[in-house]
């Protein structure tokens, strides 16, 4: 399975943006899906998860409260819905799956894909 991450752009503080993350093949077996990011300088952490039936998530303290995480029917789209924007969400935002339950552990995902980078200005 390959994932493409799209819908960065720039964006004012308090502002919103939905991520979208498309996966092409075919998994072998069922997969959660999680959002990562990265900033300048830090480390790669983890966004939200969601498994394969689409109805358990886990999020990131930052994130909970402002952005939802949502699988569409056919498995093959997850999409980071993100509201009330900060500048420390500035990061390239990424999509990893892993052949397991949630998990926030980045090296515990089997296949990344590129990221899309957003940025929020104040």
């Known amino acids: 399975v390959q994932l493409q991450a799209s819908g960065g752009g720039l964006v004012q503080s308090g502002g919103s943006l939905r991520l979208s993350c498309v996966a092409s093949?075919?998994?072998?077996?069922?997969?959660?899906v999680s959002w990562f990011r990265q900033a300048p300088g830090k480390e790669r952490e983890f966004v939200a998860a969601?498994?394969?039936?689409?109805?358990?998530?886990f999020y990131s303290d930052s994130a909970q409260g402002r952005f939802t995480i949502s699988r569409d029917n056919t498995k093959t789209a997850v999409f980071l819905q993100m509201h009330s924007l900060k500048t420390e969400d500035t990061a390239v935002y990424s999509c990893?799956?892993?052949?397991?339950?949630?998990?926030?552990?980045?090296?515990?995902?089997?296949?990344w894909g590129p990221g899309t980078q957003v940025t929020v200005s104040s």
């Open positions: 990893a799956g892993r052949l397991g339950r949630l998990d926030p552990t980045v090296n515990n995902y089997d296949f």
């Open positions: 093949g075919r998994a072998r077996d069922p997969y959660t």
């Open positions: 969601i498994n394969w039936a689409g109805d358990e998530t």
